[in-house]
């Protein structure tokens, strides 16, 4: 038998080309969080924070100095990494900790810098994320792995590259509404078509940005929730899951089976269907990715996304929501970030604090953020609280 | 309440400079953990990984590597980092994952490969582990920061060079019996005193090596331990503590705060004092670091360590020995791995698979790591199974 578990604060700096530090983002968003919460540092009983490349921006050992920052310097924190699934992958093991009724309320930090190091640098940095001595190695970085996917998808499903295209003009869409977003920019399916070609068939609007960021959030017992007078966001389902390191591993690369046994144990934990999730935050760190995702997640059959991405059924009027924040492609990708940033999205939705992106009636919603190319993923479901 | 948990098997790599890749060395140690416990890769439920510079050996998200080059790809895995004290910080999250109930059976792998990027790029690398902004980036490397500690300590506690050099002494001494040791070679006072100057009064011999190497253990629940035939190891208490980040931030620069609190709760939960340990496995990362740390545990009252050292009561044949296995002086210290190797020390002390440097009638130890100068520790309390 384990706690409930509640999301009871969130915050966020800006995503995109940021010139503060590491740790000069992270502790903003981290004071974001405790404000939105309504707590003081005092509450936080450990720090649980998301990080890939710290070394890029010289400082590893991350929660000490945060702690140390926001004035709890005896507060015991550590980092944990799973490529870009870090953000998810942490806040599943943060979760577990408050479930366990080893910590009342601690904080969950996502943080990433790397754009100083320049596309180059980044793109070789991350290719480290992938089964080296199979991918990054051989020359095969990310977007060549999922161009290969997207190849193989297209064949098998009869999908097309305008298709793929409606997923990046839907998330720019949805990132005009989102204030932090890093990519803010309106687009056409014609302008996608019409990028220059990152991977064939991906364009460079068929990928999400190299982007700097942090996001944070505050879980806490249901027992501490409800002392606070904040308005809170109950987590009713974790899942977490693996798939063979090398895409090469793989039966079928048109879909991601960490995504599946993870998404698998937080409906089992939820007690609910696919049918019931009124909006999610996806992995789309290429277009292909989210077509992908959202059939693997049960939203849709396979090999019938593309069709109902085209139709509008994910848009925020449509019948499922995806990525209302504008998704890794618009919101942009720190990737030790991106997992938390989507628990951030899904507490402001559910608090009244999304806007004009905000999507109505909506009271269960869900994360799902992988890293390299799904060969790790966590899925988490969200309650709305009243 | 919580499940008891066992660690059934241990194994380690060499420590040293290593030739095979960061991944060999993970699944050399991970294999030998395995068949140690008796137990197949099917077992596993989970891997927790802890490693700190996996970017300079071009990997990091490397639980799914490792889970599928050990044939489960489909168990999930991920990496903690916390400096040097990672290996013991990732063992107390196995260690929770377990006691909770969410897994019956997971691996804990540390591995960490360094000494090919050079002592300058490793110094440098090492030095992202401090508070960079006040540390790292102002020039304070460790053996600069553990300087400074020493000479507070000398100076306020009457402590001579030739005290040091004792703890140098007895653990390399320890060191000769360990094969897989990074240094094994029998050093006089002498030789400590007369050994190059690094960061008065710390010399070489005083500092431990730039080490290679990945240690892994197999945890489980009591039930899990009991169907395995082989002998097993208890884990009676568990903590973990930090400190204010930069060494400028303390009071007393002669005790550190983590491991204080570490420790009292470690002892507390396994309800016993200082006193009942039969030996320790501690952060000897600088001579000076032993000397506080068996302070800090409790084993001799602040001010007298010294003393005691230098009298032999921490020998084999002593009080209560500490670092049979050599410590990181002589073991040597591949700062990922460090954590996990202790208790592989502990394993194979209580299980007859230490050899010569037995410690006879032990049925209790302690195993201390911290990251940094300190700034995160954990301690753990095991007990021999008949």
């Known amino acids: 038998m384990t706690n409930k578990v509640c999301v009871i604060g969130a915050g966020s700096t800006r995503y995109g080309r940021l010139d503060e530090s590491i740790i000069e983002i992270a502790l903003d968003a981290s004071k974001d969080a405790i404000n939105s919460a309504g707590i003081t540092p005092d509450d936080i009983q450990a720090g649980y924070i998301s990080n890939v490349f710290g070394v890029s921006d010289k400082q590893v050992h991350m929660a000490p100095v945060i702690m140390s920052n926001l004035g709890i310097p005896y507060v015991p924190g550590l980092t944990i990494e799973s490529a870009c699934g870090s953000g998810s992958i942490m806040f599943r093991e943060a979760y577990a900790n408050v479930a366990a009724g080893f910590y009342d309320c601690v904080l969950a930090l996502g943080v990433e810098k790397i754009t100083h190091t320049g596309t180059i640098q980044s793109t070789t940095l991350f290719s480290y994320c992938s089964d080296f001595f199979y991918e990054g190695g051989s020359g095969a970085s990310f977007p060549g792995l999922f161009a290969s996917i997207a190849r193989s998808y297209m064949a098998t499903h009869k999908a097309s590259e305008e298709d793929l295209a409606h997923v990046a003009v ?16 309106e687009i056409t399916i014609d302008d996608v078509l019409k990028s220059p070609v990152v991977a064939s068939p991906l364009k460079i609007y068929d990928c999400c940005p190299f982007s700097d960021g942090a996001s944070a959030v505050i879980l806490c017992n249901e027992a501490f929730a409800k002392k606070s007078s904040r308005q809170y966001v109950e987590v009713i389902g974790s899942g977490r899951g693996a798939s063979p390191a090398a895409v090469q591993g793989r039966n079928d690369i048109t879909t991601i089976p960490s995504t599946v046994n993870a998404a698998n144990q ?3 934990m939820a007690g609910i269907t696919p049918k019931d999730i009124d909006f999610a935050e996806v992995h789309d760190c290429f277009t292909i990715a989210e077509i992908i995702d959202i059939e693997d997640l049960g939203f849709f059959q396979k090999g019938t996304a593309a069709h109902a991405v085209r139709e509008g059924a994910t848009r925020r009027n449509g019948e499922i929501p995806i990525n209302p924040s ?3 492609k618009s919101k942009g990708h720190p990737i030790g970030a991106t997992g938390v940033g989507q628990v951030a999205e899904v507490f402001e939705q559910f608090t009244g604090k999304a806007g004009e992106r905000t999507i109505k009636n909506a009271e269960i919603a869900l994360t799902h953020n992988f890293g390299a190319t799904g060969a790790s993923a966590a899925v988490h479901v969200f309650k709305k609280v009243e």
Do not use: D, Q, T
């Open 266 to 268: 937080a409906y089992k």
């Open 326 to 328: 504008g998704g890794l």
């Open 170 to 185: 839907k998330n720019h869409e949805n990132g005009m509404l989102n204030p932090k977003a890093h990519v803010r920019k």
